[in-house]
């Protein structure tokens, strides 16, 4: 048996593939290899091991959200692992991109969107720049509510 993905910082997507051996692309750094475990087997395996289900952290993010359409998972959030997807994680031709990893995206015509990474790599998807817009704001919002102080929360104040 074959070790599931490990998603980490240089983590920039994990994409869907028709094929029946391989099950998914993976782009980390400056490296595109291929995986046979699904897309929803390797973000719940990161998830659990990182101290909750995939059920869990879409039930969160449905929660903070209020919606459970195309719901942003944070695979990591100590480590800022943030992920969206593209489309349904059911979908055949679906996929998820690392928030962080991302500098800029723009949208091309006919239903596309060009995504400009970090690193100076990119990746043109078949994803309207709408879609895409509405995914990347969705997981902001849910960084923010994951990054929110407590309630009643007042910092120390330091003495010099």
Request: glycine letters at 6%; hydrophobic letters at 35%.
């Amino acid at each position: 048996m074959f070790a599931v993905y490990t998603i980490n910082q240089r983590t920039k997507a994990i994409l869907c593939t028709p094929e029946l051996t391989t099950r998914t692309l993976i782009y980390e750094g400056s490296r595109k290899f291929q995986s046979i475990h699904c897309l929803k087997k390797i973000l719940d395996v990161n998830c659990t091991s990182n101290g909750s289900s995939l059920k869990g952290r879409l039930q969160f993010a449905e929660h903070v959200l209020r919606t459970k359409i195309k719901l942003p998972v944070a695979v990591h959030p100590r480590l800022g692992i943030f992920m969206f997807p593209i489309r349904s994680l059911n979908a055949k031709k679906s996929g998820v991109i690392a928030y962080y990893q991302i500098k800029k995206y723009q949208p091309l015509s006919n239903n596309r969107t060009h995504i400009y990474f970090k690193d100076g790599s990119d990746l043109i998807l078949d994803v309207s720049g709408a879609s895409f817009d509405n995914q990347y704001k969705k997981t902001g919002q849910l960084i923010a509510k994951l990054l929110e102080p407590l309630p009643g929360y007042q910092p120390i104040e330091t003495f010099s």
